[in-house]
């Protein structure tokens, strides 16, 4: 809804043009949380302010420019600069405010220098743009009755607010991100209040809220959005079902779909345009866009032509024309981008009442235009929307159904892509308002569902149905088929307890199946994973799943509600490699398949004792180590650095290795004075464990942890020998020069990490910048520690049969200050093709490895071909400090983050490393393709890392999984004829 306000008695005390802000000065968004703070109090503040007659006041009084606040006389403030009349917050407001929860923001209490210019607050504008958001889909949120509290809100001058606020992004920073700027002007009133189809779905939302028996309109108006739904709305109205007291709000409604679906002529907004554009050239193109929309608005124009057309508009928009505009017509410019997908998306669902009767290829001629009208409103880039053109233009004629399948695939990224986007720009302030307002998730959704993405992801579903159809398979969620809604991203089949949420996971527990919002870095131990968005597939936790056979599921947001009445029970993950996916409730069925009981990995963790040489207690440098010492005296990550540095010297950071032996000979030390040593006490403690297990389920998971808790303390306080102490000082200024004049990694390095069969990427420490001799020895004490955390322990521990015998060696690698750093397997990830490579890369340093949304490629190894998967959208990125350590800095979003020359480098590079390196191997002692972490400094490639990229083939090869793709093997070179209709009326 929009707010309606009702306006004081007194006259305004000034005509003041930039509104003074309310002092004491407001909290700033950036302003972290307060973790004292009780949140669940916030949101028992915020709940009550939606139905307290004053909501996030106290009273009302004017505020002078000077900074004094004054009783609401008429003109009162007119002696000290003039000022406005509002309410002024009340107790709760001022707590939340100071706790780190910026909310109750009235425009007219914002200044322009707040959001724009050097010193804005980076945040605010997203917490405006949020908070808008809650007001419209929350019936007026914490405004709900105070916005009938005479006074307390001034609509004219939350308008003229508005403008100023806009006035001065424009002006100031014509180049800011569109996205950011468009959805700036949705959201801020600064004019007429038009019924948009985006109000349309808030105002069913709060009739939903208050009348349970209009859900079934409300899912309608939100899913298949037409005009029709006017009539359908009229007559609920006047049915039995209705509420008598609700009928204004259902007329409301009514009228508002009505309009909605009537928008004025976008040719006329485009000729108001003309008079702030001065380029002639801009002009004249100007000139053919109206024209062409007129044509479009002709009563004999078909779907595909009003849909090029406002498409066409809003690209020109982003491209030329608000640049082109004069300051003062940059607002005018946003609103007419506003009016063009208003245009189209009325035009979209006018087009989708005539789909069942479209050829294959009529459809797909649908998404380009639909693709291009997201590019211009700013949620896809210029990349991913000639990626999206370039998919498109493959689909001609008859093609392979396999091929054509993947095409579908591919196209559906885009969903993710414009998500992601929305991602970088609100997250911080959705994660800010979350604790105290659960409400703020349904933004994203909410406009990625107001957007031509619906169309999109509407017409796209109906190929990809059809598709499965051709094939004889069927994507299934508790049995119901969601065309593709599902998206395989590890194969492998489990069974387990659903968890929506990281919270309730205790170590020891049996293995769950997680529902996440992506897969991030401190995933516990996990049976299967559910994710909302892909993240990153080389990521260290995706790593990790591939070679446990962990089945990961992408779910379509849409979904998600579907899965929530699960959490807590037991469910079935199948995802084949083909790519048919089937999520089942747990069941008798399931035994004949899993056998009874939970699933397991099918990896066991079998560590080389008659290799390991533990008698070796030295600090070794890099230079003098090679691959083959892995496992005997340190672990891989040395062994390989030191086999690289030897490989392509110039291009590896210098590294000391800190061997297993010197770890071993502190395990020697009792475990307390008059006790065993502590490695027999471990010994001990493991065998214990593994029997309470068993006749104590229920108590286990606390002695785990008691178990872990003392260990990780005892490596912390036990006495390091000054004898090994002033070995290493020496060590490292023979290695890496005079001390506080380097950094280094400190790298966990065991001797259950990149065995041939198993992985175990990321579930250790790594210490990032260690600056200083005291700073290495206690990191140092951490990394050794750090396998047994809950999470390390949890992963690893149902894989192996002899866990006293895990062993540490530590890296310390010197600091390079990667301007941008991933992770590149030598291998297309999803079908193990040696010709392509697939690389993530983000900005800053240690990108790639915890999950975070960084540019995904696959790269043919010739240099031929690049595809892209994903676009680096992580909103932080890390940046070394000269002290020490990391600090978090604001990343941007660029269109690329490798060039074409660091693409050019990372490919000859694989394609010289199967003749420089020696050969990686799996369990089977087959070749595997390489897992290198790598960065960039000045555009010269170097190299962190290198293991063996570790797959399971086990559960690729399940007998179910082989089932479930066997129709997909029959039908992949069948060909389909584009130019026919779906199969089965779809």
Request: hydrophobic residues 40%.
């Amino acid at each position: 809804m929009t707010l309606t306000t009702v306006s004081g008695a007194a006259t305004p005390a000034t005509t003041t043009k930039v509104p003074p802000r309310i002092p004491p000065p407001q909290t700033p968004a950036a302003q972290q949380i307060d973790p004292a703070f009780n949140t669940a109090t916030g949101r028992a503040w915020i709940a009550a302010m939606k139905q307290a007659p004053r909501g996030p006041f106290d009273r009302i009084r004017y505020f002078c420019a000077d900074g004094q606040v004054l009783e609401p006389k008429a003109y009162i403030c007119e002696p000290f600069g003039g000022g406005y009349q509002h309410g002024e917050w009340n107790a709760q407001t001022k707590a939340l405010r100071a706790a780190g929860f910026p909310v109750a923001n009235l425009l007219v209490t914002v200044a322009p220098e707040q959001i724009t210019g050097a010193g804005a607050d980076p945040e605010l504008l997203s917490i405006l743009v949020v908070e808008r958001f809650l007001i419209s889909h929350d019936d007026g949120w914490i405004y709900r009755k105070a916005q009938f509290y005479r006074g307390a809100i001034q609509d004219h001058n939350e308008k003229e607010a508005a403008r100023s606020l806009l006035a001065a992004l424009t002006a100031a920073e014509p180049s800011r991100d569109f996205l950011e700027l468009r959805e700036a002007a949705r959201a801020l009133p600064h004019g007429a209040d038009t019924p948009s189809l985006g109000k349309v779905r808030s105002m069913a939302v709060v009739l939903d809220e208050k009348d349970p028996n209009f859900h079934p309109l409300r899912s309608r108006i939100h899913n298949a959005p037409e005009a029709a739904d006017a009539a359908r709305v009229r007559a609920y109205a006047s049915s039995s079902s209705a509420r008598r007291d609700l009928q204004p709000a259902y007329a409301e409604l009514v009228a508002a779909i009505d309009q909605a679906y009537q928008p004025a002529p976008l040719s006329r907004a485009l000729m108001q345009l003309k008079r702030y554009l001065r380029d002639p050239a801009a002009q004249a193109v100007l000139q053919t866009r109206i024209a062409a929309q007129q044509a479009a608005e002709a009563p004999q124009a078909g779907a595909l032509a009003r849909l090029d057309s406002a498409a066409e508009v809003l690209a020109w928009l982003r491209d030329q024309g608000y640049a082109a505009t004069t300051p003062a017509g940059r607002t005018a410019a946003l609103d007419a981008s506003l009016d063009a997908e208003q245009v189209f998306m009325v035009a979209a669902s006018a087009a989708l009442s005539g789909m069942p009767t479209l050829t294959r290829e009529q459809r797909l001629a649908w998404l380009r235009p639909t693709a291009r009208a997201l590019y211009g409103m700013g949620l896809l880039t210029s990349r991913e929307h000639v990626a999206i053109d370039e998919a498109l233009a493959s689909l001609d004629g008859k093609i392979e159904l396999g091929a054509y399948r993947q095409a579908l695939e591919y196209l559906e990224r885009a969903s993710a892509w414009c998500g992601n986007r929305l991602n970088y720009h609100y997250a911080s302030a959705l994660d800010r308002l979350r604790p105290i307002e659960p409400l703020v998730d349904a933004y994203v959704p909410d406009r990625l569902r107001a957007s031509p993405l619906l169309f999109y992801s509407t017409v796209l579903q109906s190929l990809r149905v059809d598709a499965d159809q051709v094939s004889g398979i069927s994507q299934q969620l508790f049995g119901e088929s969601t065309g593709g809604a599902l998206r395989r991203l590890n194969p492998g089949i489990a069974r387990g307890v659903l968890r929506t949420s990281l919270k309730n996971a205790r170590t020891g527990d049996e293995p769950a199946i997680f529902l996440v919002p992506e897969t991030t870095s401190d995933l516990p131990a996990a049976a299967g994973i559910l994710t909302e968005a892909e993240g990153n597939p080389v990521s260290h936790v995706q790593l990790l799943a591939r070679n446990l056979g962990i089945p990961n599921v992408v779910v379509a947001r849409e979904l998600i509600p579907k899965l929530a009445p699960y959490d807590g029970r037991r469910i079935v993950i199948a995802a084949s490699a083909g790519g048919v996916v089937e999520i089942a409730e747990d069941g008798a069925r399931w035994d004949a398949v899993l056998g009874q009981g939970a699933s397991r990995p099918s990896v066991v963790i079998v560590p080389d004792l008659v290799k390991l040489n533990l008698l070796r207690a030295e600090f070794v440098s890099t230079e003098h180590l090679r691959a083959s010492d892995s496992g005997r005296i340190c672990g891989p990550k040395a062994a390989h650095v030191g086999e690289l540095t030897h490989r392509y010297p110039g291009h590896v950071s210098p590294g000391l290795a800190v061997s297993f032996g010197i770890y071993r000979e502190l395990l020697n030390e009792p475990v307390k004075p008059g006790g065993p040593a502590m490695f027999d006490w471990m010994k001990q403690q493991y065998a214990q464990i593994a029997v309470m297990r068993r006749l104590d389920p229920e108590h286990h998971s606390d002695r785990v942890n008691r178990f872990l808790a003392f260990t990780r303390q005892w490596i912390a306080d036990q006495p390091l020998p000054p004898v090994l102490l002033d070995r290493l000082r020496g060590a490292l200024l023979q290695r890496f020069g005079i001390e506080g004049t380097y950094g280094v990694f400190v790298r966990s390095d065991t001797n259950i990490e990149d065995l041939p069969g198993f992985t175990g990427a990321g579930l250790n420490l790594t210490i990032p910048n260690v600056v200083g001799f005291d700073g290495i020895v206690a990191a140092l004490r951490k990394v050794w520690a750090s396998p047994f955390t809950e999470r390390a322990y949890g992963w690893r521990q149902d894989l192996m049969d002899q866990p006293e015998h895990v062993y540490v060696s530590v890296l310390l690698h010197q600091t390079v200050p990667n301007e941008k750093s991933g992770v590149m397997i030598t291998a297309d990830v999803d079908t193990g093709d040696r010709d392509w490579l697939t690389v993530a890369t983000s900005l800053g340093v240690g990108g790639g490895v915890d999950g975070e949304a960084s540019e995904t490629l696959q790269a043919r190894l010739d240099g031929k071909r690049v595809r892209l998967l994903s676009s680096a959208t992580a909103r932080k990125r890390r940046e070394m400090n000269v002290a020490g350590g990391a600090v978090m800095q604001r990343a941007a979003a660029p269109e690329a983050v490798l060039s074409d020359d660091e693409i050019a480098q990372l490919a000859r590079f694989a394609r010289d490393l199967p003749k420089q390196y020696p050969e990686l191997h799996d369990d089977q002692g087959q070749a595997t393709p390489a897992d290198v972490e790598f960065g960039f400094v000045g555009g010269r490639l170097m190299l962190q890392q290198i293991r063996p990229f570790l797959q399971n083939r086990s559960a690729a090869r399940q007998d179910y999984l082989a089932k479930m793709d066997a129709r997909l093997g029959q039908n992949a070179e069948r060909k389909l004829d584009l130019g026919e209709r779906p199969e089965g009326g779809v």
